[in-house]
Every structure is written in C-alpha cells, then in structure tokens.
C-alpha cells in the first residue's frame, strides 16, 4: 500500500519567515495530495490540495508543489503569522475506490513572535 | 451545504465495556465516509472506510467494527473496549475524488 514520510516533524520559525513541509510517496498511481491543519485538540481542516496533472497550486499565502518523477510533494507557507502556528498533514490517495487517505505523520509548526 | 456531525464529543469507558460512536452526514448522497483514530500526539490512522450502504473495509484488524446501516450514517462499534482502544476518533466524509470533511471527533479515554 501506499506510503507517506513527512519531514520535518517540528519546525519553529520566526513570524514574517517562510516554512516549507515536504512529503514524498511511495505508490506512483497516487494522484491527489491534500494537506490538513490541525490546531490544538481540534479537528483536521483542509487547507489546500493538488492534484497529479498540476505542478504548482497557490492560496494567498500558501502554496503546494508537486514533482511526480521524484514522488515528492511539499507545502510552503509565506509571511508566518503566529494562527498558522498547528499540526500540518500532508496526504496521498488514488482517487476511485474508496478515496482512501495515507496520511503522512505530521509536523508540528511554531510561529515565534 | 454539507455538514458532518459526530457524537458524542467525549467519553470516558471502562476497560471491557461496550462502545458506539455515530456519525452523520448531511447535504450530500452517497458519500465515502471513514474512521480514523489518532492516538495523542500522533499521526491519523484510518480504522474502517465505507464506500456504499453496507459495504464496510476494515484497515486495521482490531476489537473494533463498523456498521453503515443508511447512507449517511455510519458507526463505530466495539464489544469490550482495552485501554489501548483510547484516543481522538474522527469521522470523515469526501465526495468521489475529494478531499475529506471532518467530524469534530470523540476523545475516548479507557480506563
């Protein structure tokens, strides 16, 4: 089945800096790539996604990167604020049948003022 | 819209005692819809996804099953609960294709 590996599992950064998150998968049929935020004691809430025929997806301050050849996915978010400070996963699934989600295991992201 | 709800928001069970945990959704048809667990400061673990009415795919053998009896509504079951059964239980929706909605979760302490 498919396998996700998810570095760093902690990363602090100074508010106004940029942090980057990168995943990478084992299952080359994989092609939707979500990413969650998980804030404290709370649920995990979607914040951006890609899919395998695009390269490059961009909200505002954060946006996802896609290289299908080295099966490697990342999450880059610009101008830190201290409310992105949580738990980000990232996520990979074959879409069709069942849509089953292997989740990476998350990296906790501090935001120092 | 679509909404998702789950209950209850917390529970606290003896070790060996029964549990349901139920989940609902709203405002879409046939969806998938999933279980995971994450134990404290872990990562998601998916324990059962559901693909139509009846039709339950079990991830992880375990004490725990699961039930869809409507289309929208899918539970969580165990017989006699362990300690190690305890932590945060999510349910979760997507469309086909799609990213997951989340329920709120049930924090399960065994004890």
């Not at chain 1, 996520?91 to 906790?108: D, E, P, V």
């Not at chain 2, 929706?93 to 302490?109: A, D, E, K, M, V």
Request: proline share 5%; net charge neutral.
């Amino acid at each position: 089945g498919e396998n996700v590996e998810q570095h760093p599992s902690t990363l602090s950064v100074q508010e106004g800096d940029s942090a980057v998150i990168k995943c990478t998968y084992s299952d080359s049929a994989s092609n939707y790539f979500p990413w969650y935020k998980q804030e404290l004691g709370k649920r995990p809430q979607l914040i951006i996604d890609i899919r395998s025929n695009v390269g490059e997806k961009k909200d505002q301050r954060i946006a996802v990167t896609l290289n299908k050849t080295a099966k490697h996915f990342s999450l880059h978010i610009t101008e830190t604020q201290p409310e992105d400070s949580a738990v980000y996963f990232c996520a990979a699934s074959i879409t069709g049948g069942g849509n089953k989600l292997t989740f990476g295991t998350g990296t906790q992201l501090k935001v120092e003022l | 819209s679509q909404t998702i709800h789950q209950w209850p928001a917390t529970l606290v069970q003896p070790v060996g005692s029964p549990l349901s945990l139920e989940c609902t959704v709203e405002g879409t048809s046939n969806p998938n819809l999933y279980w995971y667990r994450q134990a404290a400061g872990r990562g998601l673990q998916l324990l059962f996804y559901s693909v139509g009415i009846g039709q339950i795919s079990s991830e992880v053998p375990q004490n725990l099953s699961a039930s869809r009896p409507q289309d929208r509504q899918f539970i969580l079951s165990s017989k006699k609960l362990l300690l190690s059964d305890s932590g945060f239980y999510l349910c979760a929706w997507s469309p086909q294709g799609g990213g997951y909605t989340f329920g709120s979760g049930t924090r399960l302490t065994v004890v």
